[in-house]
């Protein structure tokens, strides 16, 4: 079975710009759930969703957004860039249970804010 | 009452040795509770996960260690090889708040010596 797949690896991108990050679960998952990975904050949730809806939301701020299409993919925008949001960006896919339970990770985006 | 605590941030041991790392936290609506192990470059991968009605689990040559009373939770590797030097993380999950939510402890390197 495939595994978590995240598009695209590494991203540069310019103070003030938005950026866009991808993500296709686990065939089968209807659950994914979006992280940012910083070396001085760690791992930190920041949405969850499932089937197309929005169900927790983490202490972001508005210019971290994400939906989730019908086949379960989703996707993540981050608008207003600034040069914290430079993190490695995670989901994490899961058949959907109440919790954070069986959650698999995909490889991350890696994004560079200059 | 949200964070997880783990320790050490750091560890060193010798190939055939045992590695044991810890993790403490205050939720008690939380039941559910998995290590990640992640090398450079790569997502977190699930390596065993716990629940609190029992008190240990093993898989291979890794065991969660449970203890409900203490509010901790510990990973032991077994006659650790220097292919497990890598990244562990902790996490907890459970309670109406956190829906698709894992909750990280902060990481710990282990670097396993041939």
């Known amino acids: 079975k495939a595994g978590v797949t995240q598009t695209p690896r590494y991203l540069i991108k310019t103070r003030g710009q938005q950026v866009t990050l991808s993500c296709s679960p686990i065939?089968?998952?209807?659950?994914v759930s979006w992280y940012q990975q910083t070396p001085g904050q760690g791992l930190q949730f920041l949405f969850e969703?499932?089937?197309?809806?929005?169900?927790n939301k983490g202490n972001f701020p508005g210019r971290f957004s994400g939906r989730q299409f019908s086949n379960s993919r989703s996707e993540m925008n981050v608008s207003t860039l600034e040069l914290g949001d430079s993190a490695l960006y995670l989901c994490?896919?899961?058949?959907?249970?109440?919790?954070?339970?069986?959650?698999?990770f995909g490889p991350g985006t890696r994004l560079t804010v200059t | 009452q949200q964070q997880v605590k783990q320790s050490p941030q750091s560890l060193i041991v010798q190939k055939g040795g045992i590695s044991i790392i810890n993790c403490a936290y205050e939720?008690?609506?939380?039941?559910?509770f998995p290590w990640y192990q992640q090398f450079p470059g790569k997502g977190p991968a699930l390596l065993i996960a716990i629940r609190p009605d029992v008190s240990e689990k093993k898989e291979g040559r890794f065991t969660i260690s449970f203890n409900k009373s203490a509010k901790q939770f510990s990973l032991h590797i077994m006659d650790s090889q220097p292919g497990d030097s890598a990244t562990y993380f902790c996490a907890a999950s459970g309670g109406s708040s956190n829906t698709g939510k894992l909750i990280f402890g902060q990481g710990t390197t282990l670097q396993v010596k041939p």
């Open positions: 065939s089968g998952h209807r659950s």
């Open positions: 969703y499932f089937s197309e809806t929005q169900r």
């Open positions: 994490a896919s899961s058949r959907g249970g109440t919790g954070g339970i069986g959650q698999y």
């Open positions: 939720n008690t609506a939380f039941d559910y």
